[in-house]
């Protein structure tokens, strides 16, 4: 009884569709975890509105009002820039959830410096032209850069189906909103995300979102536990979902109700 009683939501990031959680949904369900949601942020497999501001702020307001639609605190999951977005709730609006998990959180650390992708994305011509490289590429050649990049088929497929010209606009607009000291500057208030339980996510292949240091500060400051899945890297819910699944129910089912 006690494993249905919350919500549980998934968003993901970019340049990405929520085709990653599949494996993992079919984990979770084994273990019981059956009412659990997938959130597509605006770009990223839903539309993009009129006027949405494809922002650090712009998906934080967005998910904000995608949980308050749910009429009660859910247990919130976000991978990538999907886990920024989880972070920022939790800081901002922890009122809307029961738990918080996130893989990134290192970003927010004081010290953490982009890696060499982002710095591409945020640099005005080289951003549009990487960018412009994959978005502009035949669905085989997309999911190709896709497995190169460490997405395994058939899920390196599906998010290549979604991975539009629009979805390459709000990648560039995301990522320069995203320059350092804007994560650092919102690191600041890590520490109220203590409001709620949550669990920091540290991928050890993962080398994109921080140092193990930084992921393990990050997680201290935001008065979260930490769980170390060793050897997996930044697709870890695809690499072993199994495994994921496990961590992530351990952790739910030791909530509070």
Do not use: C
């Amino acid at each position: 009884m006690g494993k249905e009683t919350r919500t549980k939501v998934l968003v993901h990031g970019l340049p990405e569709t929520s085709a990653v959680w599949e494996p993992l949904l079919e984990e979770l369900e084994k273990l019981g975890h059956r009412d659990v949601v997938r959130l597509s942020p605006p770009a990223f497999g839903a539309p993009r509105p009129d006027g949405f501001s494809a922002t650090v702020e712009g998906y934080r307001d967005w998910l904000v009002g995608e949980l308050s639609a749910f009429g009660a605190p859910v247990d919130l999951v976000g991978h990538d820039f999907g886990g920024v977005h989880a972070v920022n709730v939790a800081i901002s609006r922890p009122d809307l959830l029961h738990s918080w998990i996130s893989d990134v959180a290192g970003v927010f650390e004081p010290d953490y410096v982009w890696h060499p992708y982002a710095q591409i994305m945020m640099t005005p011509g080289e951003g549009e032209r990487a960018i412009g490289e994959l978005v502009g590429a035949e669905l085989p050649d997309r999911a190709a850069i896709n497995v190169q990049g460490g997405i395994p088929e058939p899920a390196a497929g599906k998010v290549a189906a979604g991975q539009t010209v629009e979805m390459g606009k709000a990648v560039l607009s995301l990522y320069r909103s995203a320059r350092q000291p804007a994560l650092a500057d919102r690191g600041r208030d890590l520490a109220a995300a203590a409001a709620r339980p949550g669990l920091v996510l540290i991928a050890t292949e993962d080398h994109a979102v921080g140092s193990l240091e930084q992921r393990r500060r990050a997680a201290e400051r935001a008065g979260a536990r930490s769980a170390t899945l060793t050897g997996l890297g930044h697709w870890w819910m695809l690499e072993d979902p199994a495994l994921g699944a496990k961590v992530l129910a351990e952790f739910w089912e030791g909530l509070p109700a």
